[in-house]
């Protein structure tokens, strides 16, 4: 076994987790973690458990006590699709080039902060990536929300989506920095909050038991070009989730999109589209998120609108967002690294493998993670358009 080489590295370490943990990925600890000690291989799949709704029945008097009905448990699988590191090295002469200027120990500081924060960036962005997914939208686009003083209701108006599908557990809301900016610029309340939330997990108010965190990789999505488009004549009931189109209009969308129906005020966040060509045909489908329609469509064309292009801020219950995050793998043999160590950033809860590996008059640093994520309940999600 090689000497504990990291040992003496963990206090620069941990003095560059304490600066990256400040970058904006409000992201990372406001969903579920699936964090585990057991090393992960690329594509392994990693189950969670997602239990189906209770069952409730008549209480009738007897002696015999009744059997309980029988539920089948479901689950998800969280593939872990990415196996990354961010690496930097320094051979004998740079290292003792550095000890003349800036100093070797600072550059070394320096580079593992990066290193961290490039890892931590990429984690943050998939999981902005995961807004294609969501159920239902709230807010104008191009609008930034927040922008009347001393009214929340933008963030009221959002939860009501989680709260009308059943999921406002545990809700959260993360905001890009221009409806970050809005919010502390003209919410007084957030002035008067007093706590140290914000140093601590980037918290800009806890409203009413959803925390708001502020996030630099939430996306801002081109809408589709379909205009005019219409459903077929078949009607549709409420919860209807695949809808039919009518040999009508020009262009196409994609998932991601926003759409409206006429007659119904409601935002559909479109998850999957299928198109025959360029335009809108008779049997072309478009699928919405769970739990589908909230205004059944009459049995008669009806026109499908889609929404500008617009900012995507995320509010989601937090079990509904899973990141799965483990060490890269390993050969059963081991490999050349000299050391390693796992260090958990304290405030996003990231634990990231470091690895030291040592060549000829050479060193090699790594700071590795694999992970994958997934949206396993997406009527337990919504968007603020911005």
Same mark, same amino acid.
């Given at each position: 076994m090689a000497e504990?080489?990291? /040992? $003496?590295?963990?206090p620069d370490i941990y003095e560059a987790l304490d #600066? #990256? +943990?400040?970058e904006l990925v409000g992201l990372v600890p406001s969903v579920t973690m699936n964090a585990s000690a057991e090393r =992960? =291989?690329?594509? !392994?799949?990693i189950i969670v458990d997602v239990e189906p709704a209770g069952n409730v029945s008549d209480i /009738?008097? =007897?002696?015999? #006590?009744?059997?309980?009905? *029988? !539920?089948? +448990? *479901?689950? =998800?699988? @969280? &593939? @872990?699709t990415k196996e990354r590191a961010a690496e930097f090295g320094f051979n004998g002469n740079a290292a003792k080039g550095l000890n003349t200027g800036a100093g070797y120990q600072n550059t070394r500081a320096g580079k593992i902060a990066q290193a961290i924060r490039a890892v931590a960036n990429e984690v943050e962005t998939d999981l902005a990536a995961l807004q294609k997914t969501f159920s239902r939208a709230y807010g104008t686009p191009a609008t930034t929300p927040f922008g009347t003083a001393n009214d929340y209701t933008d963030a009221s108006n959002v939860m009501k989506i989680l709260k009308d599908n059943g999921g406002n557990v545990d809700p959260q809301l993360v905001l890009n920095t221009t409806a970050g900016a809005n919010f502390l610029g003209k919410q007084s309340a957030v002035n008067a909050a007093g706590t140290d939330s914000m140093l601590r997990q980037g918290v800009l108010l806890d409203l009413h038991g959803m925390p708001i965190r502020e996030s630099a990789q939430i996306q801002t999505q081109t809408a589709g070009a379909m205009a005019s488009a219409t459903t077929n004549n078949a009607g549709y009931a409420v919860g209807a989730t695949v809808l039919t189109l009518a040999t009508a209009g020009t262009g196409v969308i994609a998932a $991601?999109? @926003? @759409? &409206?129906i006429a007659g119904d005020t409601n935002k559909y966040a479109v998850t999957s589209v299928v198109f025959a060509g360029a335009n809108p045909a008779a049997g072309d489908t478009i699928t919405i998120a769970a739990p589908g329609l909230r205004v059944a469509i009459a049995t008669s064309a009806t026109a499908i609108t889609v929404v500008a292009s617009s900012a995507r801020n995320m509010c989601f219950a937090r079990s509904a967002l899973v990141l799965a995050a483990r060490a890269p793998a390993l050969p059963e043999e081991g490999d050349m690294a000299a050391d390693r160590q796992i260090i958990t950033d304290p405030r996003s809860g990231l634990s990231l493998e470091f690895s030291m590996y040592k060549g000829y008059r050479k060193v090699r640093y790594e700071v590795g993670l694999a992970w994958g994520v997934k949206n396993i309940k997406p009527e337990h999600t919504a968007l603020l358009l911005g």
């Amino acid at each position: 076994m090689a000497e504990n080489t990291l /040992t $003496g590295l963990i206090p620069d370490i941990y003095e560059a987790l304490d #600066v #990256v +943990s400040r970058e904006l990925v409000g992201l990372v600890p406001s969903v579920t973690m699936n964090a585990s000690a057991e090393r =992960a =291989a690329l594509n !392994q799949d990693i189950i969670v458990d997602v239990e189906p709704a209770g069952n409730v029945s008549d209480i /009738t008097p =007897a002696m015999v #006590v009744p059997d309980p009905t *029988g !539920q089948t +448990s *479901g689950n =998800a699988a @969280i &593939t @872990i699709t990415k196996e990354r590191a961010a690496e930097f090295g320094f051979n004998g002469n740079a290292a003792k080039g550095l000890n003349t200027g800036a100093g070797y120990q600072n550059t070394r500081a320096g580079k593992i902060a990066q290193a961290i924060r490039a890892v931590a960036n990429e984690v943050e962005t998939d999981l902005a990536a995961l807004q294609k997914t969501f159920s239902r939208a709230y807010g104008t686009p191009a609008t930034t929300p927040f922008g009347t003083a001393n009214d929340y209701t933008d963030a009221s108006n959002v939860m009501k989506i989680l709260k009308d599908n059943g999921g406002n557990v545990d809700p959260q809301l993360v905001l890009n920095t221009t409806a970050g900016a809005n919010f502390l610029g003209k919410q007084s309340a957030v002035n008067a909050a007093g706590t140290d939330s914000m140093l601590r997990q980037g918290v800009l108010l806890d409203l009413h038991g959803m925390p708001i965190r502020e996030s630099a990789q939430i996306q801002t999505q081109t809408a589709g070009a379909m205009a005019s488009a219409t459903t077929n004549n078949a009607g549709y009931a409420v919860g209807a989730t695949v809808l039919t189109l009518a040999t009508a209009g020009t262009g196409v969308i994609a998932a $991601g999109d @926003i @759409i &409206t129906i006429a007659g119904d005020t409601n935002k559909y966040a479109v998850t999957s589209v299928v198109f025959a060509g360029a335009n809108p045909a008779a049997g072309d489908t478009i699928t919405i998120a769970a739990p589908g329609l909230r205004v059944a469509i009459a049995t008669s064309a009806t026109a499908i609108t889609v929404v500008a292009s617009s900012a995507r801020n995320m509010c989601f219950a937090r079990s509904a967002l899973v990141l799965a995050a483990r060490a890269p793998a390993l050969p059963e043999e081991g490999d050349m690294a000299a050391d390693r160590q796992i260090i958990t950033d304290p405030r996003s809860g990231l634990s990231l493998e470091f690895s030291m590996y040592k060549g000829y008059r050479k060193v090699r640093y790594e700071v590795g993670l694999a992970w994958g994520v997934k949206n396993i309940k997406p009527e337990h999600t919504a968007l603020l358009l911005g």
